[in-house]
């Protein structure tokens, strides 16, 4: 069974910046498309971004040119550096399969501050 660690979280005022890292367990990392998540108070979870096995990027539009998602396949983790952030960025955030999620971790809170 798959599991993940999500850190880097925490307070920032409007316009900082945080770097999210995640590891994960198990022999598969590196053959998955993983993805961050990230769900807000009374929200639906959504997909932040996205990076397939070879590297290939995605993202939500809301979130555009200001993060970006990279992943160490030697050492199975998973990054989300966010800069210019903004007070709808609050959430905790979580890392996972881009298809076919499973053991979800306990996530890193992220809030922003105006």
């Known amino acids: 069974q798959v599991h993940f660690v999500e850190s880097g979280g925490g307070l920032v005022q409007v316009g900082g910046s945080l770097r999210l890292s995640c590891v994960a367990s198990g022999s598969t990392f590196s053959l998955s498309a993983m993805a961050w998540y990230r769900q807000a108070p009374g929200k639906q979870p959504e997909v932040v971004a996205g990076?397939?096995?070879?590297?290939?990027?995605t993202y939500a539009d809301s979130v555009k040119g200001r993060f970006t998602i990279s992943r160490d396949n030697a050492n199975n983790g998973l990054y989300l550096q966010m800069t210019s952030l903004k007070p709808e960025d609050t959430a905790v955030y979580y890392c996972?399969?881009?298809?076919?999620?499973?053991?979800w971790g306990q996530g890193t809170q992220v809030t922003v501050s105006s």
């Open positions: 990076i397939s096995s070879g590297g290939v990027t």
């Open positions: 996972n399969r881009r298809f076919g999620a499973e053991s």
